[in-house]
């Protein structure tokens, strides 16, 4: 396997239902190293906070930069094993969650989200591991809210009045910052951390309403199967997600050989 030379190529990847699947972190370590090893970085860009990325990043052995809730954070590699946390959005984690409980109870919406739970709550709507949850728990500026389907019209409004908006990302409805995209995620990220000597190109996988605006930034994109798929989007469509579907969604981009 080879890496295309020149531009110098960077990949943004979500992380659930795109590189990760059911049999959890090490296979999707595994894919992703193979193609740092081959000059490439690989970047996740997922609705996860800093502390369960970063878990995820040690697991992998890699000292490696994140864009991370939505892009509303970065993760920055500093010295060794440290990274620094980066909120690049106004509005507290604190503002975000005060907004939605005010809303909630002005509209009578049924909207429990992460904060709202204890951590045996949280492990059983998410599924996650006690440790798990409690990095998942670690927000800096986005609340995922239990919510099936589109939000009401109204919440929306009331949301954007206060500078906020709610964007889909698969089983969550997930409030934050108008301002937080994935997309100014990797932009700001690839101004803070610039291993490049030129700009590179960009890479993006993705499979929810949340990628949206990454895979329109990128260069090359492809849209891997979730439960919330983009219909609309001109990307490259692939039938496998998880670690051998990535990297066989990047062979089929021309990114590795």
């Known amino acids: 396997m080879t890496s295309t030379k020149h531009p110098p190529t960077v990949v943004f990847t979500d992380l659930d239902h795109t590189l990760l699947d059911a049999r959890g972190a090490h296979p999707a370590g595994a894919a992703v190293r193979r193609v740092w090893a081959h000059g490439i970085p690989v970047i996740p860009a997922t609705s996860k906070t800093a502390a369960e990325t970063i ?79 409690l990095a998942a728990r670690q927000r800096l500026a986005s609340e995922p809210l239990r919510w099936r389907g589109e939000p009401p019209e109204t919440f929306l409004d009331e949301l954007r009045t206060v500078g906020l908006t709610a964007i889909g990302g698969g089983r969550f409805l997930t409030v934050l910052p108008m301002e937080a995209d994935k997309a100014v995620g990797a932009c700001r990220l690839l101004r803070e951390w610039t291993p490049f000597a030129h700009h590179p190109r960009i ?37 496998r997600a998880g670690p051998q579907g990535w990297l066989e969604t990047l062979h089929r981009l021309g990114v590795i050989k």
């Open 203 to 239: 890479v993006a996988l993705g499979d929810a309403p949340n990628d949206r605006r990454l895979l329109e930034l990128a260069d090359l994109a492809a849209c891997l199967p979730g439960p919330n798929p983009l219909p609309d989007i001109d990307c490259l469509r692939t039938q």
């Open 55 to 133: 878990a995820l990043l040690r697991l992998w052995g890699l000292h490696a930069p994140a864009v991370v809730e939505n892009g509303a954070v970065l993760c920055l590699p500093g010295r060794p094993g440290r990274w620094r946390i980066l909120r690049i959005v106004s509005q507290s984690y604190a503002t975000v969650r005060l907004a939605i409980k005010r809303l909630r109870s002005a509209l009578y919406l049924d909207m429990a989200g992460f904060g709202d739970w204890s951590l045996t709550d949280l492990m059983r709507e998410t599924g996650l591991s006690p440790p798990q949850a």
